[in-house]
C-alpha cells in the first residue's frame, strides 16, 4: 500500500487551527500523516500540547524540512514567508503558503522557478478558487447569466491584532493582508487588472499589542479601483479598523443582472442573483458549507495522490503581488498606475448541483431590478 504524504507544519499562530482541521480530515481517510509542527516560542507548548495531545512539537524549522514528510506548510508572519518557502522546496517538498507569498514579484518568481526546476508543488493562499461556492458563481458568470459584468464591490475586514504587532508595523497592510481574499476572487471572475487608483488612511492613531504600543502605526484603510481588461471596474475596501459588517463579500453588477456572494471569500455561505430572463432573486446555500479556507492543503495532498497539477496558478498570485505594489505607489503618487503583468485563467467550471436553478425564489416587483 502506498504511504500517504506526510505534512510538516512552520508555525503555530491564529491561522494554525484552520489547517489542522483539514489535516484532520485527511489523516483518519488514509490520505495524509501528520508530521512535526514547528513552534519557535516553547512557552506556547503546553498549549498546543493540551489542545492536540501526542502533537510533534519542534523549535526550529530545519526539523520540519529535515523529516520525513512530503509537504511543509508555511504559517510564519510574512517577511519569513518567501525564506522558509525556499528552504522547503530546496529540501525537496512540496509548499502551501500563506499569504503574501513573497514580498516582491522578483521574489516570487524566484520562487516559482525553483519549484518547477524540483518539480514541487507550490500553493499560496488564498486558496478561494478552490471553494465550490466562488467555482459555482464563476460558472455562471463565464456562462452570461448577467450579461456583460461592468462593475463589482467587494470588502472584508476586521478591528485588527491583539496578538502580533506585524499587523500593524512593517507587515503587508489591509490590502495585502485582509483585501488580498477579494483581489483574488475578482481576479478569478473579472479577469486581470491593467491599472490601480488607490487612497490609504490611518483610523486607530495608536495601538496596542501584547503590552507593545505601536505609537505610528501603518495605515489601518485600504481603498482601491481597478480596472479589468475586459473593461470592467471593481472596487475594493480592506481594513483593519473594521469592528463588524453586514453586507456580501462580492457584488457584481452586469447588463442582464446581478450577483452577490454572501459571507466571505474565505468562509461563503451561498449566493443570490437576480437574472432579468428570469425576473426574480434566487438565493442559493453554499455548495460545501464545511468547505474551509485552508483548502489549499488538501488540493496539494490530492494532486500528489493523483498526479495531477493543483487548481491555482502562481502566474495569478504573481499578478496580485503586482497589484498590491500597484497600490502602493498609487497612494505614494495619487495617481493611477497601470498593471503590465498577466495570467492564464484557471478554468474554475463547477457542474451545477440542480437546486441552483430554483432554490428559495423571492419573486420581487420588476421594477426593483
Known amino acids: 500500500m502506498t504511504v500517504p504524504p506526510g505534512v510538516g507544519i512552520i508555525g503555530a499562530g491564529n491561522v494554525l487551527p484552520a489547517y489542522l482541521q483539514v489535516l484532520d480530515r485527511l489523516v483518519p481517510r488514509g490520505l495524509a500523516r501528520e508530521g512535526p509542527i514547528c513552534a519557535r516560542r516553547k512557552e506556547k507548548w503546553p498549549e498546543l500540547l493540551r489542545r492536540r495531545p501526542g502533537a510533534q512539537l519542534v523549535a526550529d524549522a530545519q526539523e520540519v524540512v529535515e523529516a520525513d514528510v512530503d509537504v511543509v506548510v508555511v504559517l ?18 512540496h509548499v502551501v503558503v500563506e499569504k503574501p507569498f513573497a514580498e516582491s514579484r522578483e521574489e516570487g518568481e524566484a520562487l516559482a ?78 479577469g486581470r487588472v491593467v491599472e490601480v487608483l488607490a487612497a490609504e488612511a490611518v483610523a486607530v492613531e495608536t495601538r496596542e499589542v501584547r503590552g507593545v504600543e505601536i505609537a505610528r502605526p501603518d495605515p489601518d484603510v485600504s481603498h482601491i479601483i481597478l480596472r479589468h481588461a475586459g473593461g470592467a471596474l471593481s472596487s475594493v475596501v480592506s481594513s483593519q479598523a473594521i469592528q ?61 495522490r493523483d498526479g495531477r497539477p493543483p487548481l491555482a496558478s502562481l502566474e495569478h498570485d504573481l499578478h496580485l503581488l503586482d497589484v498590491v505594489a500597484a497600490a502602493r505607489e498609487s497612494v505614494a503618487n495619487c495617481a493611477p498606475v497601470p498593471v503590465d503583468s498577466s495570467f492564464a485563467a484557471l478554468d474554475l467550471r463547477l457542474e451545477l448541483p440542480s437546486r441552483i436553478e430554483h432554490v428559495h425564489d423571492h419573486t420581487r416587483p420588476s421594477d426593483e431590478q
Do not use: C
Open 76 to 93: 510564519t508572519p510574512p517577511d519569513s514567508h518567501a525564506e522558509l518557502t525556499r528552504l522547503a522546496l530546496e529540501h525537496g517538498k
Open 244 to 304: 463588524r459588517y453586514r453586507r456580501p463579500a462580492l457584488e457584481l453588477y452586469g447588463t442582464e443582472g446581478t450577483a452577490n456572494l454572501l459571507g466571505d471569500d474565505w468562509d461563503p455561505r451561498g449566493f443570490e442573483d437576480w437574472r432579468n430572463a428570469v425576473g426574480t432573486w434566487e438565493e442559493h446555500d453554499a455548495i460545501e458549507p464545511t468547505w474551509l479556507g485552508a483548502d489549499g492543503l488538501r488540493e496539494v495532498v490530492v494532486s500528489i
Open 113 to 190: 522557478r525553483l519549484a518547477a526546476e524540483r518539480g514541487l508543488h507550490l500553493l499560496a493562499a488564498p486558496f478561494v478558487q478552490l471553494s465550490p461556492t466562488l467555482r459555482a458563481l464563476w460558472t455562471i458568470v463565464g456562462d452570461g447569466a448577467l450579461g456583460h459584468v461592468h462593475s463589482a464591490r467587494a470588502l472584508y475586514g476586521n478591528a485588527g491584532s491583539h496578538w502580533t504587532t506585524w499587523y500593524h508595523s512593517g507587515g503587508p497592510g489591509p490590502l495585502g493582508e485582509a483585501g488580498i481574499y477579494n483581489l483574488k476572487s475578482l481576479t478569478a471572475l473579472l
